[in-house]
């Protein structure tokens, strides 16, 4: 996994740093179910993407993100531009291809302009927060020149799972509402936390008892709904959909 402060660090701040910030809003208003919002962040997402590769294939970064004035035609262009030695179709082909999907849905959905005949919608911005992760995992990959695999782990650190019921300082997580079991409370800790979690730290944030292992982690484990090792713990897909399906929606979450 590559640390946050080293990542994409050859493209220019101006232009990297609005990018992942667009990237974490998106994925913060799916989780939060705000469809319209998730695709308007996404039209500034396709922009920002846009004008990092041209910059790779020109080899000269704007400072900032600027608005082609026809973005369809623009990334169209992109596929005539000379091959470069590394990530050449992702590049040319694959990302700007991808692009006017995303961006008609900002502009023709009645996301970014009223008149679409389509409201804002779940399977909307499903499209929009997948295909966005996988535009940032691909960019990743090719200018670290790294595996899918680190790339995808990357992402997923990125657009870390957040929801109003867990509330995080200096690096500590509590779900807010009491009213749950600890293993309720497991469960939407290790939905919100991409990734392994040490077993003390989990069991700090849970505040549980010392058979925190025995009583709450070794009973998911059966389940499935959690993958357990000798110190650590994460959530499957399994348990990510009891979260949604069982904890979540019951709780009032939106």
């Not at 500034?44 to 294939?57: K, S």
């Not at 008892?209 to 357990?228: A, G, M, N, T």
């Amino acid at each position: 996994m590559i640390e946050s402060n080293n990542l994409l660090k050859n493209v220019p701040d101006g232009l990297r740093e609005p990018l992942l910030q667009e990237f974490a809003g998106l994925c913060s208003a799916f989780n939060e179910s705000r469809w319209k919002l998730a695709a308007l962040d996404a039209g500034r997402f396709c922009e920002v993407v846009y004008c990092i590769i041209d910059g790779a294939l020109s080899g000269t970064f704007q400072p900032t993100p600027t608005k082609p004035a026809n973005f369809v035609t623009a990334c169209r262009a992109l596929e005539n531009r000379p091959p470069v030695s590394v990530g050449d179709r992702s590049l040319r082909i694959l990302i700007p291809r991808l692009l006017p999907s995303l961006y008609e849905i900002r502009n023709n959905r009645d996301v970014g302009h009223v008149g679409g005949d389509v409201k804002p919608n779940k399977m909307d911005a499903s499209f929009v927060r997948d295909a966005c992760a996988s535009i940032t995992a691909e960019l990743i990959r090719i200018f670290h020149n790294t595996s899918t695999e680190i790339a995808q782990d990357t992402v997923d650190l990125i657009a870390e799972r957040t929801h109003p019921l867990v509330w995080e300082l200096d690096g500590t997580k509590r779900v807010l509402d009491t009213t749950l079991k600890g293993w309720e409370r497991t469960l939407i800790l290790l939905y919100a936390t991409p990734g392994w979690t040490t077993i003390k730290q989990l069991n700090a944030w849970v505040i549980y008892s010392s058979k925190f292992r025995s009583s709450v982690l070794e009973p998911l484990f059966q389940k499935r709904l959690i993958e357990l090792g000798d110190s650590k713990a994460t959530i499957t897909p399994l348990g990510s959909a009891y979260v949604e399906k069982n904890l979540l929606k019951s709780l009032g979450a939106p």
